[in-house]
């Protein structure tokens, strides 16, 4: 995310009121804003409703219902919030907030098209979220050290068990119609033209990196554990067999969620999720050894819930090998043992390896 800069307070009260500036601009944006431990779309929301809640109707709110929507907040969502506070706070605020928020929002601008939870989670989660500031490009053309006005490809992936019902509707609303995309980054102007996008189911693309994961196999399992779900499809003669597909709603958040809650209940610690994947990814992490213990232990259930629930889906992971990828193939790699009498396994631990799947396929075809 980048870094917050508030320059309101000097430009407005630099020389009448220097100390409130510097508390406005460093303090309270400088600092507080900028603090990781809400994400910033959380911390809009917050903010929203507090000065909602005080009866503050002016251009600050206004200004933080627009910060709202830059970072996130669709206008269904900003709806819903304002009327849940209304019933605390005041009908009238209400009223006054939405004829606001109609400045800032129009109807159903920045929400998803999807009415399934997980395909709204993932795309909440891509690389550039939809109705998320555009960062991610800017960073992107950074690192490639690309010009500041070009044109880009999008490559995305969608779920395995959606890829064929959710296609078209997806890339119609990642190709956005609003060209180019203006903005600015960090004190530097950026203007992007969307020429195309293409999507190809996760997973299955990461493949094109390691086609020797499925050479010589006649059947192979590929399960894609992400975020919030668990994708499954089995390849014949390396070719996806659109009819297995299967997602399970058990993705790495999951476990950490209940790893969390485990650990506090027992230890009183409030761990960090970050502390939580270092442990079971085996990587090195200081911390009360009762929580580790905790941790550990969590990994090997979640990796048999995984198994488990693999199994009754219809995959025998006894008689075909499987490739095993996304941000959980390292915690099954560390928890899976020799008892649980599996086929061959394939980890592919890299969790850039879909995207760098995506990015070899359309280099592909657009050399040809």
């Not at 929301?45 to 910060?67: C, P, R, Y």
Request: hydrophobic share 40%; aromatic share 8%; glycine share 8%.
């Amino acid at each position: 995310m980048a870094k917050i800069v508030q320059t309101a307070g000097r430009n407005a009260l630099g020389e009448f009121a220097p100390e409130f500036a510097h508390f406005n601009d460093d303090v309270l944006f400088g600092e507080n804003w900028n603090n990781n431990d809400i994400d910033v779309k959380t911390r809009s929301i917050i903010t929203v409703v507090a000065l909602m809640a005080q009866g503050i109707t002016d251009s600050s709110l206004k200004f933080h219902l627009q910060n709202a929507k830059d970072h996130g907040v669709s206008q269904k969502e900003i709806a819903a919030i304002i009327t849940h506070v209304g019933f605390y706070a005041g009908w009238p605020k209400a009223w006054a907030v939405f004829n606001l928020a109609k400045e800032v929002w129009n109807v159903n601008e920045g929400d998803l098209p999807y009415e399934d939870e997980a395909m709204r989670a993932h795309v909440k989660s891509m690389v550039f979220p939809i109705g998320q500031p555009n960062d991610a490009f800017a960073q992107e053309i950074r690192y490639r050290r690309g010009e500041r006005k070009t044109d880009v490809v999008l490559a995305a992936g969608l779920p395995l068990a959606s890829f064929g019902r959710e296609k078209k509707g997806f890339r119609e609303y990642l190709f956005r119609k609003e060209q180019p995309l203006r903005f600015r980054y960090e004190d530097e102007s950026y203007e992007i033209r969307i020429q195309d996008v293409k999507l190809f189911p996760q997973g299955y693309s990461a493949l094109a990196l390691h086609p020797e994961c499925v050479r010589d196999e006649p059947s192979v399992l590929l399960a894609d554990i992400g975020g919030w779900t668990v994708d499954l499809m089995r390849l014949d003669n390396s070719v996806p067999n659109a009819a297995t597909c299967r997602s399970l709603e058990l993705g790495v958040i999951r476990c950490v969620d209940e790893i969390t809650e485990q650990v506090r209940r027992n230890t009183g610690l409030s761990v960090t999720d970050i502390q939580i994947e270092r442990v079971l990814n085996g990587q090195s992490c200081s911390m009360d050894p009762a929580a580790k213990e905790i941790i550990v232990r969590q990994g090997r259930l979640y990796t048999e819930k995984i198994l488990s629930a693999i199994m009754e889906a219809g995959f025998d992971l006894k008689a075909i090998p499987s490739v095993i990828m996304g941000g959980g193939a390292s915690i099954l790699k560390r928890h899976v043992t020799p008892q649980d009498g599996l086929c061959r396994q394939i980890y592919l631990t890299d969790v850039h390896a879909n995207a760098s799947g995506y990015e070899r396929i359309v280099g592909q075809m657009c050399a040809k």
